[in-house]
């Protein structure tokens, strides 16, 4: 199944190296010009409800890694003819449908391990989110909101979203992953996984994912995020392998951004950020690295 990836034979150490400088580069600096601005808390708005930050994000900082594929292929002459752009069904919608679906079962799973063990913070009532709701002179029930998400996670989101994710997925999936491949398709996943969280660090240190009150900000987050880049990306890696193409991790990325915030309608009080109950979490990340193992058992 592997052979689906035209993965090289040896290890391109130029073009690797081109493709994580161009990829880091463009996404660090734009994290500096967040940071610059004033970060994710005090971002200049542009216009009602958007920051600069929130312009940013989704546009210059995830789309670094596709860059840097285009960049490393032109720079290195290395050409178009493996760019896994082309979608590839091989006759059957099964890891679409796995790309759609597993990232709310795992995510339903994983949060719900966190209110096992933390079963004060579950409130099925959503008062929490009500008052915030009232606050914002919002008067729809959350419940239908929380409708209206899982709904939606299940069926436009996951192409919506999975839209802005083609820039991280262009470039780690798409081409970091074949070319570690000649190191062993486990070591290639998981070293993918690891720098591929590595890459979030400083929008991490600017509070995003966990925030800033967690005991050893903001290093102890960043570690943890690399548990929930692991196991996304290992499935994410199977999705690109079984298919050859960037676009069922894609839409697999997008479907976990789209239910990963559902769990947190349905807090009462303060969550410990580090263990979820979203998946970044390292309790909510369990069922992640559990399918991860699976899937690289052999």
Known sequence: MHDRLRAPTTLQRRRIALFLLV????????????????????SPELT???????????????????????VARLATGEGWDRHRLRPEFEGTMWTYAAAWLVPAGLTVVGAGLYFAVFPGQFDPTMAAFREQMASMGVGIDPRLLAAIQIVSALTIAPIINGLFAFGEEFGWRAYLL??????????????????????HWPILAMGYNYGFDYPGFPWTGMLAFLAFTVGTGTFLSALTVREGSVWPASVGHGAINAIAGIAVLFLAGQPNS???????????????LALAAWLLRE
């Open 23 to 42: 990829a880091f580069g463009v996404s660090w600096a734009t994290a500096l010009a967040i940071w610059v601005t004033g970060g994710f808390t005090d």
């Open 48 to 70: 009602s409800g958007i920051t600069l930050a929130t312009v940013l994000l989704p546009t210059a900082y995830m789309f670094g890694p596709a860059v840097g594929n285009v």
């Open 178 to 199: 074949p070319k570690l491949t000649p190191l062993g398709y486990r070591r290639a996943v998981v070293l993918s996984g690891v720098i591929w969280g590595v890459w």
């Open 274 to 288: 580090l263990l979820g109950p979203t998946p970044v979490g390292l309790l909510a990340a369990l069922p992640w």
